[in-house]
Nanobody, 122 residues
Framework: VQLVESGGGLVQAGGSLTLSCVASGRIINNYAMGWHRQAPGKEREFVAG????????YYGNSVRGRFTFSRDNATNTVYLKMNNLNPEDTAVYYCAVDERIRQLYIGAPEFWGQGTQVSVSS
């Protein structure tokens, strides 16, 4: 599975960005997909993700209520709509895929994307 993220950039505090991740190489409709992020000097943390079609969506505590995760299984694409961004959201955001949502949640998925930088200025 190959994962390609896009949509990162520089935004002012309070602004919004939408990240996209397209998966290719395998049918992943029944795979868990999601996002992690890693800020400089910090460990990678779970941001959002869901299991297969119809499964619940999970969010990290620091983004719940501001970020919205969605997926389009027809195009093997997941999105992360980020609203009300603040400087603490500055990080490299990584798309991830695994057969099991638990592996995704604990940061041990089978596949990672290359990451896209999100920078939020104050």
């Amino acid at each position: 599975v190959q994962l390609v993220e896009s949509g990162g950039g520089l935004v002012q505090a309070g602004g919004s960005l939408t990240l996209s991740c397209v998966a290719s190489g395998r049918i992943i409709n029944n795979y868990a997909m999601g996002w992690h992020r890693q800020a400089p000097g910090k460990e990678r943390e779970f941001v959002a993700g869901s299991g297969w079609i119809g499964a619940d969506t999970y969010y990290g505590n620091s983004v719940r209520g501001r970020f919205t995760f969605s997926r389009d299984n027809a195009t093997n694409t997941v999105y992360l709509k980020m609203n009300n961004l603040n400087p603490e959201d500055t990080a490299v955001y990584y798309c991830a895929v695994d057969e099991r949502i638990r592996q995704l949640y604990i940061g041990a998925p089978e596949f990672w994307g290359q990451g896209t930088q999100v920078s939020v200025s104050s």
